[in-house]
């Protein structure tokens, strides 16, 4: 049984700028390509979602799985969605990845 994987705006939001930092440095080639590694590990989690590492110490039900050592996605199941809700590139700090007031 599949998962439907969502992307948060806030993740949506992570992708864009982190494909602009890349293409700035190394091209739109090259930021394309990782967009779309990253992209292709999010929606692997709609057949196994319960990878990566339960942090239910900054929110209940919060998982963090790293991508290719530089970035870490942070997600939550909830019935049949896996909700993408950020995606945090080169060592930004998760519990600083949002704000306290935002909702899940």
Known sequence: MNFRVRFQPLAEADLFAL????AHDSGPEAAERYIDRIEAACL?????PRRGTQR?????????MGFERRATIV????A??????????GGRDIESGWEASEEL
Not at 44 to 48: K, M, P, Q, W, Y
Not at 56 to 64: A, E, F, S, V, Y
Not at 75 to 78: A, C, G, T, V
């Open 19 to 22: 494909y602009d930092y890349i």
């Open 44 to 48: 692997a989690l709609e057949r196994f």
């Open 56 to 64: 239910n110490d900054i929110r209940p039900g919060l998982r963090t």
């Open 75 to 78: 997600f939550q199941i909830r």
């Open 80 to 89: 049949r969605d896996v909700l993408i809700v950020r995606v945090l590139y």
